[in-house]
């Protein structure tokens, strides 16, 4: 049981490059959300996602795009990275978001 | 009022001290609260769960408080190990995602 895939773990963008951050649970979850984390400042929302076709904004969505087209899978697209967006990246997932969520190890973006 | 709030720490202790954290929540209607623990550039790892008035794990006791809006989490004989930061998670104010506060960072020394 994989859990909560994230990949590439590391990745290093040039400002103005877009690029997509992959998630994946093999757990039937239906809830899925994406944060970012910087020092200092926890981790904040970007997106969620409640079910398949479903998504909103969280916290600090500018930037960044999702789409949830299938239960197990919930990328997170930079259209056009900017220095600001270097971050940790975490995704995370639960039965619905009354439960606790299981979390990927991370990625790890650095943008030029 | 900010969604999810905690102490800001850094709290600093010797080994076998009981130390407290604090979270405020702004939802009224929260029914789920979660406390995680994180270690350096890991992902969160849940410690905890509150869905009633508290719940207790060995050494660690979270509880809540529902008319001042706070969950906190206790820690008694604190071990080396439990240096890390604790993060408090809750509801955001429509219901629909968790939050999480900034962490309190708990370092425990010999």
């Known amino acids: 049981n994989a859990g909560v895939t994230q990949t590439p773990k590391f990745q290093v963008l040039k400002t103005g490059q877009s690029m997509t951050l992959q998630c994946a649970q093999d757990m039937n979850h239906e809830y899925m959300s994406w944060y970012r984390q910087d020092p200092g400042m926890g981790l904040r929302l970007i997106h969620y996602?409640?079910?398949?076709?479903?998504?909103d904004q969280g916290e600090v969505p500018n930037g960044y795009n999702v789409s949830r087209s299938t239960t197990e899978d919930f990328p997170l697209r930079l259209l056009s990275a900017a220095p600001s967006q270097t971050s940790v990246y975490f995704c995370a997932s639960s039965v619905n978001s009354n439960q606790p969520q299981h979390f990927g190890d991370g990625t790890r973006l650095s943008i030029l | 009022r900010k969604e999810v709030e905690q102490d800001p720490g850094p709290f600093n202790v010797p080994e076998g001290a009981t130390v407290a954290f604090n979270c405020t929540y702004s939802n009224s209607a929260s029914q789920s609260f979660f406390w995680y623990r994180q270690d350096c550039r890991k992902e969160p790892k849940l410690l905890m769960s509150?869905?009633?008035s508290g719940n207790e794990d060995g050494r660690f006791t979270a509880q809540l408080n529902r008319a001042s809006q706070y969950i906190s989490l206790l820690i008694r004989d604190s071990k080396l190990s439990d240096s890390a930061t604790y993060l408090c998670v809750a509801p955001n104010q429509a219901g629909t995602a968790l939050i999480f506060g900034k962490g309190t960072t708990l370092s425990v020394s010999s």
């Open positions: 996602s409640v079910g398949a076709g479903i998504t």
């Open positions: 509150v869905y009633s």
